[in-house]
Each structure stands twice: as C-alpha cells, then as structure tokens.
C-alpha cells in the first residue's frame, strides 16, 4: 500500500518560514492536500490540489509537489499557526481506490 | 455557511453494533459526496469511507471492509455511518467531511463524535 512519510515535529521561530515535507513514491504524481489540527478541534484543508488554498485560507500557506516530496511551507508563522499538519493523497492503485493520510507533522512556534 | 454535525457516539461493549449519523446544513447536500474520517486518541487521521452524491459509489478502508456500511438519506441531509462486530481498536472520534467531486478533498468538517468501545 503507498505510504506517505512525514517528519513528527517542526519548530520555528515567531516571523520565519516553516517547511513541512511529505514524501511518498512518485507523489508529483498525485494530488496533495493538506490539513492543519488545532488541539480539540476538527481539521481545516488549508491546501488541495498541491498549491490552491481554500477560501479564508491565508496567503501566507503555500503548497508545491514534485518528484517524491511534497511541501507545504507557511512563512511569516503566527503563534496561532502552531498545530498538527497533515498531508493526504489518493491512490488510485489500491483495491479500493483509498485515501492515505501521512502521519502528521506537530509544529511548534 | 457549511455546517455538519456528528451524533451516536458513546461507550459500546465489543461486538456491539452502534450507528453514527451526520446532519448536514449550508450546501446542496445532495449534490456532494461524504466520507468518515477517525481518529484514535492522540493517534493520526484515518480515512474509514466515502460515499457518493447518489450512493452509486461507495468504498471502504481496509481496517472496516466488511464490518462497517456508509450510506444517506438525501431528503433528510443526513449521513450515516453503521458500525458492526466493533472492536477496542475502532475506538476514535469520527468526523463526517464533504467532498465536492470526489475522490478530492476533504473541504469541511463536522467537529466530530467519539465511540469508545471498551467492556
């Protein structure tokens, strides 16, 4: 089944740029989106289709996806960004056609 | 705006059966498709299944094939989730979430109900 790998933690400075990879095999491929978790809350798509942001979604959340890492990178990073991070794909090559979530990335500001 | 609430969740002994429900207001429900996403406590997201606008196309994680039907009820905006043969490992808050043209994103999210099955 396809796996998709993300490191368990970030951390970053208040103002600076944070980096969240997600690597998986041929993943520029497929279409990536991503999810950001805050502490008891729902998750909230933050990017789709690699790059596009959903409405509300600040500027400052970027995506980009090639070869076998996918990316999303949030700059100028707010107290408020700090959460989970999730990347998500669908593999078309699975019986049932699923949906693979990456582990997720805890971001700390 | 998009809004969708989860209900049935609660304690259940294992074996037991449970059916979770998700109302949903704000969009042309019937138009989009759904899906069941859990989380087991402090674990990640796991997709459990998705079922489209017309329930012409349902499919199904891995860890619930066979064990667990998705299906809705259009005139009511109501997804439902039924759980069978549970185990302690389905433990998890279960959110429902759309999907415009699936298989895509997950746009929205309900804030989710949590199953536990414990004896």
């Known amino acids: 089944s396809y796996v998709l790998t993300q490191p368990p933690s970030v951390s970053v400075a208040p103002g600076q740029t944070a980096r969240i990879t997600c690597g998986g095999n041929?993943?520029?491929?497929?279409?990536v989106h991503w999810y950001q978790q805050k502490p008891g809350q729902a998750p909230v798509l933050v990017v789709y289709?690699?790059?596009d942001r959903p409405s509300g979604i600040p500027e400052r959340f970027s995506g980009s996806n090639s070869g076998n890492t996918a990316t999303l990178t949030i700059s100028r990073v707010e107290v408020g960004d700090e959460a989970d991070y999730y990347c998500?794909?669908?593999?078309?090559?699975?019986?049932?056609?699923?949906?693979?979530f990456g582990g997720g990335t805890k971001v700390t500001v | 705006q998009v809004q969708l609430v989860e209900s049935g969740g609660g304690v259940v002994q294992p074996g037991r059966s449970l059916r979770l429900s998700c109302t949903a207001s704000?969009?042309?429900?019937?138009?989009?498709?759904m899906h069941w996403v859990r989380q087991a406590p402090g674990k990640g997201l796991e997709w459990v299944a998705l079922?489209?606008?017309?329930?012409?196309?349902?499919s199904y994680g891995d860890s619930v094939k066979g064990r667990f039907t998705i299906s809705r009820d259009n005139s009511k905006n109501t997804l439902y989730l039924q759980m069978n043969s549970l185990r302690a490992d389905d433990t998890a808050v279960y959110y429902c979430?759309?999907?415009?043209?699936?298989?895509?994103?997950?746009?929205?999210w309900g804030q989710g109900t949590l199953v536990t099955v414990s004896s």
């Open positions: 979430a759309t999907d415009e043209v699936p298989p895509g994103p997950f746009d929205h």
């Open positions: 704000g969009f042309t429900f019937s138009s989009y498709g």
């Open positions: 079922i489209s606008h017309d329930e012409s196309n349902k």
């Open positions: 041929n993943i520029g491929s497929k279409s």
């Open positions: 289709d690699d790059k």
């Open positions: 998500q794909v669908w593999d078309s090559s699975s019986d049932h056609g699923g949906c693979v």
